[in-house]
């Protein structure tokens, strides 16, 4: 079991990878713990301290902030604010978003400037720990003020109330509190605010996909190559000069990639009729290099956010500040979202088109990659399934970030809607996966087809661990099948067990 501590320092995604590449436990640091509670002092002496209203703390929200709450109420306005913006709808978010959420939401309440009850804190790790996931729903963030709707349903189990997914099962939060013997948690002034007002939504979307994109964009080289080198393409728009005088890095790593993986084919090496190769082979520095470039701004983006304080209002103890503003708003991740969809959905468009042109009977392979066609379809269609999947990525790309609805009465009149381009950012990865799937399945058929010569030894164990799982295709058979053991090829295999 791998034990993380949260610190209120920097935290870098290969600090998260591991976390989430293991069983882990978390525990708080000495220093996170002095700052929450350092923090929670400050605010209990300044409520105490002063008549002066404070948004949230002692007033109602959104467009019921002139609305004062007394002393004694305090404590029932924040458990009133966490059930009343329960409002989720939608799918279920997935166990493996929910624990980043929960990581997420401790990290950024680590750093001591939102006014949380150390007891809180103790059981997210608690929830963390135990494998207890709130329930949350895919529907109802704007993205601003936050992730409002999902955050309260990931902080309603620790009043004892809500749903939690805990040993595969849907059940009462107050069912895992009797096992555990805990008692529900008393919010305290600020808390419900503290909780649900953050990013770790749109947040925790983005760093699954990019945990997941960092893996699919080094299979996406790995998979090119292959359809490069059973399509008998040429290596020298590889070659490192031409990619050093445009200058962009993704570009000449794309191409230094390639050329490693390709290093001691016989097939790349043997003299070509053909002078140039379609854009689809040709361009593949350039198109696939794009998308990491754009992956790798993304990724900038979501590290500042992993270590971000986004509730309102933040605490400034060593100031005497507390100031209501606006770091909630996801506009920066939104944005970033939209993007790295796109960047997902290039280097899925560019997958289909290399499927297209293996199946095209030129190159002296044969129609559809199949010894005898006309009786035999062969991968026809295939092809057909991939270019639903780009088309329908081409529609989950039209940006979230560009809309915003009004809300509250007017107060938040500004929102990102980057929930719902987490939400279609997800659904684009998956659909990147399919389709490199599509196309090894494509690939590893072509290549077949070259025989007695052979490929890289990188890309000859590639094929050969693939038809442990996937037979080559000799007259027509039920295709689905193959194509789910493709999809599940990549999904259990990493990239860098083929040593590039």
Not at 125 to 146: K, R, T
Not at 261 to 268: F, V
Not at 466 to 473: L, S, Y
Request: charged letters at 20%; aromatic letters at 8%.
């Amino acid at each position: 079991m791998y034990l993380h501590t949260i610190q209120p320092d920097h935290l870098d995604f290969e600090a998260t990878r591991k976390v989430f590449a293991q069983p882990s436990q978390l525990e708080l640091s000495k220093a996170s713990v002095g700052l929450i509670k350092s923090c929670r002092k400050y605010l209990d002496e300044k409520i105490a301290g002063q008549t002066e209203p404070v948004y949230g703390v002692n007033t109602g929200f959104g467009s019921l902030c002139n609305h004062s709450i007394s002393a004694a109420d305090l404590s029932q306005l924040q458990k009133n604010l966490v059930m009343s913006h329960a409002c989720g709808m939608g799918e279920m978010v997935p166990d493996e978003i929910v624990r980043i959420m929960l990581f997420l939401k401790i990290q950024s309440l680590s750093y001591g400037k939102s006014g949380i009850q150390l007891k809180t804190v103790e059981r997210l790790i608690d929830f963390f720990n135990q494998d207890v996931l709130p329930v949350l729903y895919s529907q109802g963030s704007l993205g601003a003020s936050g992730d409002l709707a999902p955050l309260a349903h990931l902080s309603l189990p620790l009043l004892g109330l809500g749903e939690v997914k805990h040993e595969n099962k849907i059940v009462p939060a107050s069912e895992v509190y009797e096992k555990f013997g805990w008692e529900p948690i008393e919010l305290a002034s600020k808390e419900g605010l503290a909780l649900l007002n953050g990013t770790q939504f749109m947040g925790a979307y983005g760093v699954y996909i990019l945990l997941r994109s960092f893996e699919l964009e080094k299979w996406a080289d790995l998979i090119g190559a292959l359809s490069l080198d059973a399509f008998d393409g040429r290596i020298e728009p590889f070659f490192d000069p031409v990619h050093q005088i445009r200058h962009h890095k993704g570009q000449i790593d794309t191409a230094a990639q390639i050329r490693k993986i390709l290093e001691g084919s016989q097939l790349i090496t043997r003299p070509k009729k053909h002078v140039q190769d379609p854009y689809s082979f040709r361009c593949i520095p350039q198109v696939h290099g794009a998308s990491k470039d754009a992956i790798r701004y993304v990724a900038g983006v979501f590290e500042n956010e992993m270590n971000a304080v986004t509730d309102n209002p933040t605490i400034f103890p060593e100031e005497d500040l507390i100031i209501s503003a606006g770091n909630f708003h996801g506009q920066p991740l939104a944005l970033a979202l939209d993007f790295l969809a796109i960047a997902l959905a290039e280097l899925g468009n560019i997958s289909e088109r290399r499927v297209y042109r293996l199946i095209s009977g030129t190159r002296k392979l044969p129609s559809f990659l199949v010894v005898n066609p006309g009786l035999n379809s062969g991968f026809m269609i295939p092809q057909y399934s991939a270019a639903c999947i780009v088309s329908q990525n081409k529609q989950f790309c039209t940006p979230s970030s560009i809309d915003s609805i009004e809300s509250s009465q007017g107060q938040e009149d500004h929102v990102s809607m980057g929930a719902n381009g987490a939400v279609k950012a997800l659904k684009v990865l998956e659909n990147l996966e399919k389709l490199l799937a599509i196309e090894l399945f494509n690939a590893a058929q072509a290549m077949e087809f070259r025989r007695p010569e052979k490929t890289s030894p990188v890309l000859e164990k590639l094929m050969a661990d693939f038809r442990k799982d996937v037979a080559f295709v000799e007259d027509d058979t039920i295709m689905y099948k193959e194509m789910h053991k493709a999809v599940n090829f990549i999904k259990k295999k990493f990239v860098r067990n083929f040593r590039v």
